[in-house]
């Protein structure tokens, strides 16, 4: 596992092994921020990581300079080990062993992204649970970005504020954003104009 851009841009970081983890792929990696690059600055930005395993993505945004980022999973060693190598990198980063739906009910901060690495084996249910929960508790900023990988088998196109996604081999990756109130207001004045247009 590499981080693949920012400071710490080539450095290696080897979890241990038995961690019940299925990482994200570099190339996969490497697309997702391509893509969050175009929305974001990374700079200080305040990061959710859920189902955070290895702690892949949260040293990917730290090593950009995203600050603070929180790291949820449920499993000891994986919290261990994020503990350990944001000790070592002097990485923002606040692990936290809990069940991520517990964690979404009593969470009361809100963040510019929240990144989502559920097992793929959870079903259909549980993945629109996370994506009605973060939403129901207003849990994303308004101009923020909420991802979540997925297989294929998992379709979340139909969700509250679903924006677009994109496919990279096995993986999916699912792009929410809020709607603003002015994106409303420039729909409206662009549904007039065709009207006049007609």
């Excluded at 570099?26 to 955070?52: C, P, Q, R, T, Y």
Aim: aromatic share 12%.
């Amino acid at each position: 596992m590499r981080i693949i851009s920012g400071k710490y841009k080539g450095r290696r970081i080897s979890p241990p092994k038995g961690l019940p983890v299925r990482p994200t792929t570099d190339m996969s990696k490497e697309a997702l921020f391509n893509v969050l690059n175009n929305h974001f600055s990374f700079e200080g930005l305040k990061i959710l990581d859920l189902f955070a395993g290895t702690g892949n993505i949260s040293y990917e945004f730290a090593s950009r300079g995203s600050t603070p980022i929180t790291s949820v999973d449920g499993d000891f060693g994986c919290v261990k080990f994020i503990k350990q190598v944001a000790t070592e990198f002097d990485f923002n980063i606040a692990a936290t062993k809990s069940d991520v739906f517990t964690y979404l009910e009593r969470c009361k901060t809100s963040y510019d992204i929240i990144f989502a690495d559920p097992p793929y084996a959870l079903d259909q249910a549980t993945f629109e649970k996370i994506v009605s929960l973060i939403f129901e508790k207003e849990l994303l900023n308004q101009d923020g970005m909420m991802v979540i990988e997925h297989s294929k088998y998992t379709k979340l196109d139909h969700m509250i504020n679903f924006s677009f996604k994109k496919s990279y081999g096995g993986s999916i990756f699912s792009f929410f954003e809020i709607e603003s109130d002015s994106d409303d207001e420039n729909d409206d004045e662009s549904s007039e104009n065709e009207g006049e247009e007609e």
